[in-house]
């Protein structure tokens, strides 16, 4: 089916480890968004790309870094992870002026 | 800075009744959007407010735009439990920086 689809759905990883979180979308819409979505906080942006090769960070990219080689996917690096991040990880897509979509989530646990 | 605040963050109420959650943000905007959350699940969204004085309803919510006061409100009438979930907005500097900024959310919680 058509869609955002986000990998792995549920991680568990050691501290210090690189983690990548896979985020592919079958609509080819130029905007992608990553989020993460901490309790007390909502929804914080990490990284947005207006279309391929362009990327800028959010609200809270420390310790994380995008790449988008290709219009339908937008992978989430954590260099050396840290349990700060914790989190569930939203990736989204929309095209200009319309509304956004998100993925499932991906559950991570950094121990 | 973009700042998008909620208000309330928490929401207890009886099935039945009105409330209003608002949502303030501090920038000029393009576009608000209303999402709707269930708990371990992902976003869904519920409205997309493009101007000013803009008005959309779906069933027992209504959104608001206000883009001089920039104030969004999603109005919720006579409550039933099925619409407990947690309510975002987020705003959309679309052709200026392009971020979508979300607020912390309201968690609505409708008692029988």
């Known amino acids: 089916d058509a869609g955002i689809t986000q990998s792995p759905r549920y991680k568990i990883t050691e501290t210090g480890r690189q983690v990548t979180l896979m985020c592919h979308q079958t609509w080819s819409h130029s905007y992608m968004f990553w989020y993460r979505q901490d309790l007390g906080h909502g929804l914080r942006l990490i990284y947005y790309s207006a279309a391929a090769d362009i990327t800028d960070k959010g609200e809270v990219p420390d310790g994380y870094v995008v790449s988008r080689s290709k219009t339908e996917n937008f992978p989430l690096t954590l260099e050396s992870a840290t349990r700060s991040q914790t989190s569930v990880y939203f990736c989204?897509?929309?095209?200009?002026?319309?509304?956004?979509?998100f993925g499932e989530g991906s559950w991570l646990t950094v121990v | 800075e973009l700042k998008v605040e909620q208000n309330p963050l928490f929401l207890s109420m009886q099935e039945g009744k009105n409330y209003t959650i608002y949502c303030n943000y501090s920038?000029?905007?393009?576009?608000l959007y209303w999402y709707r959350q269930d708990p371990g699940k992902s976003l869904e969204s519920l409205f997309v407010?493009?101007?000013?004085?803009a008005v959309k309803q779906e069933g027992r919510l209504m959104a608001s735009l206000d883009t001089k006061a920039r104030l969004s409100t999603l109005h919720i009438t006579a409550a039933v439990h099925d619409l407990s979930a947690t309510y975002f907005c987020?705003?959309?500097?679309?052709?200026?920086?392009?971020?979508?900024?979300f607020g912390k959310g309201t968690r609505l919680h409708i008692l029988p």
């Open positions: 407010l493009l101007s000013n004085g």
């Open positions: 920038t000029t905007s393009d576009r």
């Open positions: 987020a705003v959309d500097r679309l052709g200026r920086d392009d971020k979508i900024i």
């Open positions: 989204a897509s929309k095209l200009s002026g319309n509304t956004i979509y």
